[in-house]
């Protein structure tokens, strides 16, 4: 049963166009949602959240959309640069409840071609 | 350091044998999780600690799995008779109170052979 879906393993874009990537989720329960970032041989990075009583989140090039109704997410990064290359994971918790773990997808592969 | 630390980067063992994984989380951080990746899947949780308590522990994959927190800092995952399925790479994370994030260490690659 898997609560936190990725359903693109991987996107291919240009140097200084949008990469859009996109989560799915189907426990109504989770409150916070996150994204992280994965270099090979590394640890996952954190990138940007959001909460779910909020829609939209914003940090420099990178920007979160939550659609509760639709339990649908997504992140945003303009303009992609070829540093930006590297696996993405949506990941989600139910933050306040009494079991606190993070919940991640399978992971989105993004390429930035220069 | 100011991250989440764990060791050995890198551990190859014969089937059968015991491991020790080993995490040094961020000072201060009261929250650590072990996590378990495997090839194209995404981290996959295993367990939980509060303090020294372990809180959620149902992701261990059976009893050959144990971690332990003694002091509240370091914590350990432990692996009995070690079996080819369990490579992968062991990551661990550490939260402070007020973070609503996880800080992840570099993980630890395990090869069974």
């Known amino acids: 049963d898997q609560q936190v879906k990725q359903n693109s393993p991987s996107l291919s874009v240009q140097e200084g166009r949008i990469s859009i990537l996109n989560c799915d989720y189907t426990?109504?329960?989770?409150?916070?949602f996150l994204w992280y970032k994965k270099y090979p041989a590394e640890g996952p990075t954190f990138l940007i959240s959001?909460?779910?009583?909020?829609d939209k989140n914003e940090d420099g090039r990178f920007t979160v959309f939550l659609n509760k109704s639709a339990k649908h997410l997504s992140l945003h990064i303009v303009p992609s640069q070829p540093g930006d290359s590297a696996v993405y994971f949506c990941?989600?918790?139910?933050?306040?409840?009494?079991?606190?773990?993070?919940?991640f997808g399978t992971g989105t592969l993004l390429a930035v071609q220069p | 350091g100011a991250g989440v630390s764990q060791t050995p980067s890198n551990k190859v063992t014969e089937k059968g044998k015991y491991v020790e994984l080993r995490c040094d989380p961020i000072?201060?951080?009261?929250?650590l999780y072990w996590y378990r990746q495997s090839l194209g899947q995404g981290p996959e949780f295993l367990i939980y600690?509060?303090?020294?308590?372990?809180?959620?522990d149902s992701g261990l994959p059976n009893d050959r799995f144990f971690a332990v927190r003694p002091e509240g800092s370091v914590s350990t995952l432990k692996i009995q008779r070690t079996e080819r399925g369990d490579s992968a790479v062991y990551l661990c994370?550490?939260?402070?109170?007020?973070?609503?994030?996880?800080?992840f260490g570099q993980g630890t690659r395990l090869t069974v052979v």
């Open positions: 000072s201060g951080h009261t929250a």
């Open positions: 959001i909460s779910s009583i909020k």
């Open positions: 994370a550490s939260r402070g109170t007020m973070n609503t994030e996880a800080f």
């Open positions: 600690f509060q303090g020294t308590g372990a809180a959620d």
């Open positions: 426990n109504s329960m989770f409150d916070y």
């Open positions: 990941a989600a918790w139910n933050y306040g409840g009494a079991t606190n773990k993070l919940i």
